[in-house]
């Protein structure tokens, strides 16, 4: 009988452990370890918040994205030799908020029109660093590439469709 309790006890530490650890939905469409060829996940580079948590992320103006309709975010950073990528997916509170976040961006970048490719519309900017701008349903991703133009937007790309395959799995 002792241990039994004790069994029990135990079993409930661990689920309760289990579920505390366990990744947010958002976090969950983060490319995984080698989803991508050569690129590997930075070491303590995950950061995730919810709501006014949120402002872990973006170091001043989080309102802004909770303001647009964001409830939670996930930034995480990958790495191959000296090129860096940033991800930043943000899980909107509809898919019609996340069209019109983009948009919202969309403006404040000046680019004339979106592009819409399969199950993603976006757009990509060339400077000061290149970035991809995406939504796909109710999620908002950007993604920065910090490397030569001609590699970022290749990599940038790369990262984006194993995102969009992520997001179209749940």
Request: contains cysteine; hydrophobic residues 40%; aromatic residues 12%.
């Amino acid at each position: 009988m002792k241990y039994s309790r004790f069994s029990v006890v135990l079993g409930l530490v661990f689920c309760i452990a289990t579920v505390a650890i366990a990744a947010s939905p958002v976090e969950k469409m983060l490319p995984a370890k080698n989803s991508v060829k050569g690129f590997s996940i930075l070491a303590d580079s995950l950061q995730y918040g919810k709501g006014n948590d949120i402002a872990k992320i973006y170091d001043g103006g989080y309102e802004l994205y909770t303001k647009h309709g964001v409830i939670d975010a996930a930034r995480q950073m990958y790495q191959n030799g000296s090129d860096y990528i940033e991800i930043t997916i943000h899980t909107m509170k509809s898919p019609q908020a996340a069209m019109n976040f983009l948009k919202y961006w969309q403006k404040e970048n000046k680019i004339k029109s979106l592009t819409k490719t399969g199950q993603s519309t976006g757009f990509i900017i060339s400077k000061p660093d290149v970035s991809m701008h995406f939504v796909v349903g109710k999620y908002y991703t950007t993604i920065t590439a910090f490397n030569s133009p001609d590699k970022a937007i290749k990599n940038v790309k790369t990262f984006s469709s194993v995102i969009i395959k992520r997001i179209a799995k749940g």
